[in-house]
């Protein structure tokens, strides 16, 4: 007699295939999960590639303002200088040149 004919056979062709059904079914729910998260995953990377666009991009304004800022510098050294180098005598010219110091202190102290 055959195996598959026999009782024993029978239920265990029957838990088999129930077996085999249930993991079928799991597989899909899986192979569902996946595809999600690599959809997800997708996404993700798409808002990473715009969050380092926008980090380039605050990268070289921030790289425009130190350049910018340098060249104020060089200009207040300049002021500084000429102002250290004459005198001035009128009112004016003496506002203008404590304005100019302080504006200079200031700057230095932002530093």
Do not use: H, P
């Not at 056979?9 to 079928?24: A, M």
Request: hydrophobic share 30%; with cysteine.
């Amino acid at each position: 007699m055959d195996f598959k004919q026999t009782t024993f056979g029978i239920k265990i062709l029957k838990l088999l295939k129930k077996n085999n059904s249930e993991l079928n079914e799991q597989k899909l729910e899986t192979t569902k999960e996946v595809n999600e998260l690599n959809e997800k995953i997708k996404a993700l990377e798409n808002k990473n590639n715009i969050l380092e666009g926008k980090l380039n991009t605050i990268n070289n304004e921030n790289s425009e303002l130190k350049n910018k800022i340098e060249s104020l510098d060089i200009c207040i050294k300049n002021l500084q200088n000429i102002m250290d180098s004459t005198q001035c005598k009128s009112i004016g010219s003496s506002f203008l040149y404590s304005s100019i110091r302080s504006a200079i202190c200031s700057r230095k102290m932002w530093l």
